[in-house]
């Protein structure tokens, strides 16, 4: 034991899709753990689906952080897109990034927006001689105490169940949501039909991590919300576009309600997802919340 903190949360900090510690079942790795005070619990649950490979990388875990001798949840999930080395990078440095940033006790929106933005420009330099351009979506959930902190660019998502009601805490960076599209347009790009709206033709979100040769228009600044948890707050719900191409915010919610044990039914959300006939990776993480 370490302050509290399990043996298996210290190793779930594993780089990669499949390093990660849990079990295998159905084609999906899944694991979990509780809080030391055993108000929050979480599972996750990775499944490379029909895709030939596997882009989806997550994070979850919690860690004292030993400025303010606080235990903080740190969750998170990374879709990869043209390959899984933005996503590997993503999962490795996003939140050892937070942890560092000066702001992170005072004013961690901030933190989250700069850390979000200094491992984006890491990533980019490191990769500078490689040739490629692959990216990565994002969707991130920090708690400190009751304090819920998400973060997310692009299409991957997080859904609360509050008093019975899915509230998503997220909205998609779609290159045709009005904003959007006015923030690309400005910048000089173009939005095209594309089989769906895309970032010049070619990426159907619009903000992400790397995506070297569309940086101008697909930035790395997040949308960040705050959230002070209660009673009513159930399930947090974190999960890859491979489950929300499938399921409604609602549908989710309702499937996992009634489930006690976090890593069940993030299984239960991926097995699903599959099952309606999703095609591409899919990756849940659940947060099951006893205030």
């Keep these: 034991m370490l302050g509290g903190l399990s043996k298996k949360t210290e ?28 108000k929050v619990s979480f599972g996750y649950s990775a499944m490379r689906g029909k895709r030939a490979s596997m882009e989806d990388y997550y994070h979850a875990q919690f860690r004292r952080y030993p400025k303010d001798d606080e235990v903080v949840g740190l969750f998170g999930v990374f879709d990869g897109h043209g390959g899984s080395n933005a996503a590997a990078f993503v999962q490795a440095n996003l939140f050892e990034s937070l942890l560092a940033n000066s702001k992170f006790s005072s004013d961690i929106n901030a ?7 200094d491992t984006d420009q890491r990533y980019l ?67 095209v039909w594309a089989g769906t709206w895309r970032v010049g033709g070619v990426l159907a979100v ?36 491979g489950l929300w191409d499938v399921l409604s915010n609602q549908d989710a919610c309702a499937l996992v309600k009634d489930i006690p044990d976090a890593e069940k039914a993030a299984k239960r959300l991926t097995d699903e997802a599959y099952s309606r006939g999703s095609n591409d990776n899919i990756s849940a993480i659940v947060l099951r919340f006893r205030f």
């Excluded at 933190?111 to 933005?117: I, K, S």
């Excluded at 973060?151 to 904003?179: F, I």
């Excluded at 995506?211 to 947090?236: I, Q, S, T």
């Design 11 to 38: 190793q779930s900090t594993e780089p990669g899709p499949s390093r990660t510690p849990g079990n295998r079942s159905h084609g999906a790795t899944t694991g979990g753990d509780s809080r030391h005070d055993g």
């Design 111 to 117: 933190a989250m927006e700069e850390a979000f933005v």
């Design 125 to 191: 330099q490191a990769d500078a001689g490689e040739n490629r351009d692959d990216g990565c979506t994002a969707v991130t959930a920090v708690l400190v105490g009751q304090k819920l902190v998400v973060a997310h660019v692009g299409d991957s998502r997080a859904v609360l169940l509050r008093a019975g009601q899915a509230l998503a805490l997220s909205e998609d960076h779609k290159p045709n949501r009005t904003d959007e599209r006015s923030r690309i347009e400005a910048a000089g790009g173009v939005v």
């Design 206 to 241: 619009s903000r992400a991590f790397g995506d070297r040769l569309l940086k101008r228009y697909v930035v790395a600044k997040p949308d960040v919300r705050a959230e002070e948890l209660g009673a009513g707050d159930d399930v947090l719900i974190l999960a890859s576009d």
